[in-house]
């Protein structure tokens, strides 16, 4: 209960923002943000359309709306905005496998896999374990393994993506 009531604020804090500063972007994907969590995921997808419309400079910025979209089951549309996001961090492992995510459930594993996009150069080394993963080149074992040697952080990101 505290947590909701936590997130509950948050909304009302964005509103109250939002009221003030009504062409405010970032205030509408923070918002999103916290209607995402609270699993009003069609109102948070509309506070990411109205960030985009105030600044079309957002959209390669949005992977919170891919998320959004997944969840929403708009797989295309999310596969097409993890893929936008990759185009200023080209380097991310997430946006990579959530668009992948998107592809597997919109069309197929296979079609997901041949177009799963390269990815060299993320820093965290569970993220890179989760890649190889996903390209067929571990399996779920190796990534907990990877995930229990980086600690709690390490062990959130290979559950999430297992």
């Known amino acids: 209960m505290f947590f909701s009531n936590s997130l509950e604020n948050q909304l009302q804090r964005w509103?109250?923002?939002?009221?003030n500063q009504p062409k405010n972007p970032n205030a509408y994907i923070r918002?999103?943000?916290?209607k995402f969590q609270l699993a009003k995921i069609d109102e948070s997808i509309q506070d990411f359309d109205i960030a985009e419309q105030l600044d079309a400079r957002m959209k390669p910025y949005l992977w919170q709306r891919g998320l959004s979209y997944y969840y929403a089951e708009r797989f295309a549309e999310g596969a097409e905005q993890f893929e936008i996001d990759l185009t200023v961090n080209a380097q991310d492992v997430e946006e990579t496998v959530w668009r992948y995510l998107c592809i597997a459930r919109s069309l197929n594993v296979e079609e997901a896999r041949n177009s799963l996009l390269t990815v060299k150069n993320d820093p965290r080394c569970?993220?890179?374990?989760?890649?190889?993963?996903?390209?067929?080149?571990?399996?779920?074992?190796?990534?907990?393994?990877?995930?229990?040697?980086?600690?709690?952080?390490?062990?959130?990101?290979?559950?999430?993506y297992l």
Do not use: W
């Open 126 to 160: 569970i993220m890179q374990r989760v890649y190889d993963l996903y390209s067929g080149n571990c399996t779920p074992d190796d990534v907990l393994t990877a995930g229990q040697s980086e600690g709690i952080k390490g062990n959130f990101y290979s559950h999430l």
């Open 15 to 19: 509103n109250e923002t939002i009221r």
């Open 31 to 34: 918002r999103g943000m916290v």
